[in-house]
Every structure is written in structure tokens, then in C-alpha cells.
């Protein structure tokens, strides 16, 4: 009698065991397939009655989850595309405005007018660059902006967008110190996207130096580095100034805060990086990028 009452326990012990183990291994295969980032349902063998529910109820957060995902996917699709299009439509008249204030200001003989009409054109200038960097970021975004690399002359570049920029500098009293100009630098980009990092890290800078501007390029160890530095008057986290819509001073904004976004955005697109670091009161934007093309 006691041998049967041992054996009858031991086969309980040997059935809960293997139920125990069984539940053990599908929890474990649940978990894999949970932490997969692919994974739109779990599938079990072997289960039973309250392990299946438990699956299903799984799977139904899972698909809820995935709808949730494709909806919201849709909506920032749709208002990226809008803010594209308005962005668009807005160039156009805006441009047709600058226009008119320029002509206005040729023709004003009026000094006191023509600081209003100066002061208009400033604003409308400002709101244009706003419209352009907000239809770029639209692009940015929406992925649709697919850079075809080739070997651009970085130097060039530069000295361009100084000379571009040259009005602005004398009128901020501001000297651009460029000691690398007579260099031969080429580094894989695209041409009209590095133009655009160059001409946002000029305007960072003019916006918020407080003496000149430095720019220096080197190439080292098959990547070319541009860095852009000048001498600041307040606090800047460089943990998050290339984060959208990041300014200095959010009471005495200067600016979007899309500018140095979207420099990362162009960057690291063309498979480069850039970085941004303080030495006592000078802020330092190094940008990386391939020497060559592949």
C-alpha cells in the first residue's frame, strides 16, 4: 500500500514537473519573440487552456499596438507632406513681397520710411528663412531626401559661403578667420547639402558669437574635418544643440532652432557625424565626414 501511495506521488511530482518545465520553456519563447522588433504575433506549441488565453490576449495588444503604429506612421506622413506644401506655397508670394519692399526702399527718399521698409525687410527675410528651413526639415523627415554623393571641394565651399555671407559679417563687425584657405581638401558629400551645413553653422554663429568667427579644415586618417568655433556670452548645452527647435535663449530666441537639426540631419546623412563642445567660453562644431567616395 505504501509503495502505491509513493508511486501514485511521484507520478504527480513527475506530471506537475513536466507541466512546470513546459510552461517554463513557452514563457521563455513568448519573452524571445516579444523582444524581437519584427514581431507581430506570438505562437505557442504544446499549451494549455489558460496558456492559449493568456496568447491570445498577447496578440491582441500586439495588433492593436501595429494599428496604433500605422496610424500614427500616416498622420505625421500626411502633416509633413502639408507643412511641405504650405511651406511651398508660402515662398512664392513672400518672395514677390521682398520684391516690392526692395523696390520701395530703391525709390523712398524719405529717410525715416525707409528704416521702416528696412525693418520690414528684415522681418520678411527672417520669415523666409523659417519657411525654407521648415520646408527642408518636411523633406528631412518624410525620408525623401537621398543624398548622391560625390567628391566636393570643401575649402571652396567654405570660402564661398564666407564671401556669401561677408555683408553681414562687416555689418555685425564680425572677422571670419579662415587660415586653411589655400588647402586642397575634398571630402564625399553632396554638394548643395554641405553648402547648406556651412551656410547654418555661419548663421549659428553670427547669431550668437561675441567677437569673431574661426574655421579650420584638416583631413586625417581618411576623414575630412571641418570645425567652426567662435567665442559665446551665455550657457549652451551641447548635449542637445542639435535637438529640433533648441535655442540659447528661449525668451530672446534668435532663431527657429532647426538650423544646427537639420546640420546633423544633412550630416549624418552623407554618413558623416558632428559634434559640438565648449573650452571655457568658445564653442566649438566639428563636422566629420569621408575623404573619398565609395
Known amino acids: 500500500m505504501e509503495t502505491f501511495i509513493i508511486l501514485i506521488l511521484f507520478a504527480a511530482v513527475m506530471f506537475f514537473a513536466g507541466k512546470y518545465y513546459v510552461v517554463k520553456k513557452q514563457l521563455k519563447s513568448i519573452f524571445r519573440q516579444l523582444s524581437r522588433e519584427q514581431t507581430r504575433l506570438v505562437t505557442v506549441e504544446l499549451v494549455d487552456h489558460d496558456m492559449e488565453m493568456a496568447v491570445l490576449k498577447i496578440n491582441e495588444l500586439l495588433d492593436r499596438i501595429q494599428q496604433t503604429i500605422i496610424k500614427s506612421n500616416a498622420a505625421s506622413a500626411a502633416l509633413k507632406s502639408s507643412i511641405a506644401d ?3 506655397d508660402m515662398k512664392t508670394p513672400l518672395t514677390s513681397v521682398i520684391g516690392y519692399l526692395q523696390l520701395a526702399k530703391k525709390e523712398c527718399e524719405d ?5 521702416i521698409i528696412d525693418i520690414c525687410l528684415e522681418r520678411t527675410h527672417y520669415c523666409n528663412t523659417l519657411i525654407n528651413d521648415f520646408f527642408q526639415l518636411s523633406v528631412v523627415e518624410s525620408r525623401e531626401c537621398i543624398p548622391q554623393l560625390e567628391n566636393v571641394d570643401v575649402v571652396g565651399i567654405i570660402c564661398e559661403q564666407i564671401l556669401a555671407n561677408y555683408p553681414v559679417f562687416q555689418g555685425q563687425h564680425i572677422i571670419p578667420h579662415f587660415e586653411d584657405s589655400d588647402k586642397i581638401i575634398t571630402a564625399s558629400a553632396e554638394p548643395n547639402m554641405l553648402n547648406r551645413v556651412i551656410q547654418n553653422l555661419i548663421s549659428n554663429g553670427i547669431k550668437y558669437t561675441s567677437g569673431d568667427i574661426f574655421f579650420h579644415a584638416c583631413q586625417e586618417n581618411g576623414r575630412v574635418i571641418i570645425t567652426v568655433s567662435n567665442p559665446i556670452n551665455s550657457y549652451v548645452d551641447v548635449t542637445h544643440i542639435f535637438d529640433r527647435f533648441y535655442t540659447q535663449d528661449k525668451a530672446r530666441s534668435k532663431g527657429s532652432g532647426i538650423g544646427l537639426y537639420l546640420c546633423r540631419q544633412f ?8 559634434t559640438a563642445e565648449t573650452d571655457g567660453d568658445i564653442l566649438y562644431i566639428k563636422v566629420q565626414l569621408n575623404s573619398i567616395s565609395f
Open 267 to 274: 550630416i549624418e546623412s552623407m554618413g558623416g557625424n558632428i
Open 111 to 115: 529717410e525715416k520710411i525707409e528704416e
Open 86 to 88: 504650405i511651406s511651398h
